[in-house]
């Protein structure tokens, strides 16, 4: 697919966002583009064995190449990670279907997605339909 999204899911069923980005011991990675979605990977991300901001740091390295991180939630710190390594992170109602968040990104991808979608996604803008206001 061209002009795709990597989208991370933290799950624990790999069908609802349902883990908190610190607890998550697994993301579903779908690529996302105009024409729909596909599962990409599966990244495990168990840090049982891991203390402290070693357990953030290596969720965040694992997500390397993602561009939204859907989670139930996640704290201040971790986030902030999340953003510094190119993630956006974003919180979802609890228990919310990945294929219902997958196809609200594609009617937005579709619609008029905001800038930094598209500089994810590497869409040109054509048309800013700001102008037709100011006309």
Same mark, same amino acid.
């Given at each position: 697919?061209? %002009?795709?999204?990597?989208?991370?899911?933290?799950?624990?069923?790999?069908?609802?966002?349902? #883990?908190?980005?610190?607890?998550?011991?697994?993301?579903?990675?779908?690529?996302?583009?105009?024409?729909?979605?596909?599962?990409?990977?599966?990244?495990?991300?168990?840090?049982? %064995?891991?203390?402290?901001?070693?357990?953030?740091?290596?969720?965040?390295?694992?997500?390397?190449?993602?561009?939204?991180?859907?989670?139930e939630?996640?704290?201040?710190?971790?986030?902030?990670?999340?953003?510094?390594?190119?993630i956006?992170?974003?919180?979802?109602?609890?228990?919310?279907?990945?294929?219902?968040?997958?196809?609200?990104?594609?009617?937005?991808? %579709?619609?008029?997605?905001?800038?930094?979608?598209?500089?994810i996604? %590497?869409?040109? +803008? +054509?048309?800013?339909?700001?102008? #037709?206001?100011?006309?």
């Open positions: 697919m061209e %002009n795709t999204i990597k989208v991370a899911f933290a799950t624990k069923d790999m069908k609802t966002v349902n #883990a908190h980005f610190g607890g998550a011991k697994e993301f579903a990675v779908y690529r996302v583009s105009k024409d729909g979605f596909d599962l990409d990977s599966i990244i495990k991300t168990d840090t049982e %064995n891991l203390e402290g901001d070693d357990k953030s740091d290596f969720k965040v390295k694992a997500l390397k190449g993602v561009g939204i991180m859907y989670c939630s996640i704290g201040g710190t971790a986030a902030a990670k999340v953003i510094r390594g190119g956006n992170p974003m919180k979802v109602q609890e228990d919310s279907k990945i294929e219902d968040v997958l196809q609200d990104l594609v009617t937005m991808i %579709n619609g008029n997605p905001p800038p930094w979608v598209k500089k996604m %590497n869409i040109e +803008t +054509t048309e800013d339909v700001r102008l #037709a206001r100011w006309a």
